[in-house]
Structure formats: C-alpha cells, structure tokens
C-alpha cells in the first residue's frame, strides 16, 4: 500500500479525489483509467495538470507515465513515488511557481 502523508492529510486520497473530480464518477482503486471509467486522453490531460497545479510541479516524463496508467491504484501509486522522489526539486519550482504568480498579478 503507498500511503504518504503530506502536512497531514493522504496524498493518497487527495489523488484519488481528483480522479474522481476529473472523470465525474464512483470511483474503485482495481478500475481501469481508460476501460472501466472510459477516461479519454482530453481528462487525462486535466488530470495530470491538476496533480501538477495541486503539487507545484511540472510532469517530465509522459512517457513513463504512460506505463502505469493501467488501473487508478497504478496511477495514484506512481505519482505518490514521482512526487516523494522529487520533493527537494518540487520545493524549489513551487517557489519559482509562487514567484511569478506574484509578479504577473502586479
């Protein structure tokens, strides 16, 4: 199981209440992103962009991500791993990210 914590709430959670916001639907952990819950590749695109938006991020490899888009454990699985793994990285573009939403509101 690949639950982390992020300042006290599941990360794992969160990312599955996305899942469930983007594809509009019940959602179980076994289903598959494109079979069971018909995702097509426009939501997949919000979907990633949300987790981007969510965790400050910019995704670098699509490709990989494409291997473990099977199922929603799959997916939320490796993007718990990608987030955790790149933490220190993910730190420094969330405050050049904060950065310049201050500077493009002035």
Same mark, same amino acid.
């Given at each position: 199981?690949?639950?982390?914590?992020?300042?006290?709430?599941?990360?794992?959670? +969160?990312? $599955?209440?996305? /899942?469930? @916001?983007?594809?509009?639907? *019940?959602?179980?952990?076994?289903m598959? #992103?494109?079979?069971?819950?018909?995702?097509?590749?426009?939501?997949?695109? +919000?979907? $990633?962009?949300? /987790?981007? @938006?969510?965790?400050?991020? *910019?995704?670098?490899?699509?490709?990989? #991500?494409?291997?473990?888009?099977?199922?929603?454990?799959?997916f939320?699985?490796?993007?718990?791993?990608? /987030?955790?793994?790149?933490?220190?990285?993910?730190?420094?573009?969330?405050?050049?990210?904060?950065?310049?939403?201050?500077?493009?509101?002035?």
């Amino acid at each position: 199981v690949c639950l982390l914590v992020r300042q006290g709430h599941y990360m794992h959670e +969160e990312i $599955v209440g996305i /899942i469930r @916001e983007v594809c509009g639907k *019940d959602i179980d952990e076994d289903m598959s #992103l494109f079979g069971d819950l018909q995702m097509d590749s426009v939501e997949m695109i +919000e979907l $990633v962009l949300r /987790i981007e @938006e969510k965790y400050l991020f *910019d995704f670098e490899s699509y490709d990989e #991500l494409m291997n473990h888009m099977d199922t929603v454990k799959d997916f939320v699985c490796y993007m718990e791993e990608y /987030i955790t793994k790149n933490k220190g990285n993910l730190l420094g573009r969330s405050r050049e990210v904060e950065e310049l939403k201050k500077i493009m509101l002035l």
